[in-house]
């Protein structure tokens, strides 16, 4: 079992930049591939960023390439997710996930085990 619990959301100007935090806690951490997903009100959950287990290879989706960086401190038991350039289609509920496939980066949350229970970003214009 991985408890999963997401911080750093928050409100913030287009063009801005916030850093999301994902603590992990039980099982192995460094056991797990991570993922990034969001959801905006009235939509699916979307895919945003994942992670392998070393942190050596990472996969965005294709909206967030370039101004979003996932990345992993497993001494910390803890993931992130930097954006940057934030723009108002990023409002969203962001979580985080562990998948038990530690070197996949999925884009499938039905890949995913565990999930947090998401953190508000809002972009104003």
């Known amino acids: 079992q991985v408890q999963l619990v997401e911080s750093g959301g928050g409100l913030v100007q287009a063009g801005g930049s916030l850093r999301l935090s994902c603590a992990a806690s039980g099982r192995a951490f460094s056991g797990y591939s991570m993922g990034w997903f969001r959801q905006a009100p009235g939509k699916e959950r979307e895919f945003v960023s994942a992670i392998n287990w070393r942190g050596s290879s990472t996969r965005n989706a294709d909206s967030v390439e370039g101004r979003f960086t996932i990345s992993r401190d497993n001494a910390k038991n803890t993931v992130y997710l930097q954006m940057n350039g934030l723009k108002f289609e990023d409002t969203a509920v962001y979580y985080c996930?562990?998948?038990?496939?530690?070197?996949?980066?999925?884009?499938?949350?039905?890949?995913?085990?565990?999930w947090g229970q998401g953190t508000q970003v809002t972009v104003s214009t």
């Open positions: 996930a562990a998948n038990r496939n530690p070197v996949t980066r999925s884009s499938d949350p039905t890949d995913y085990n565990y």
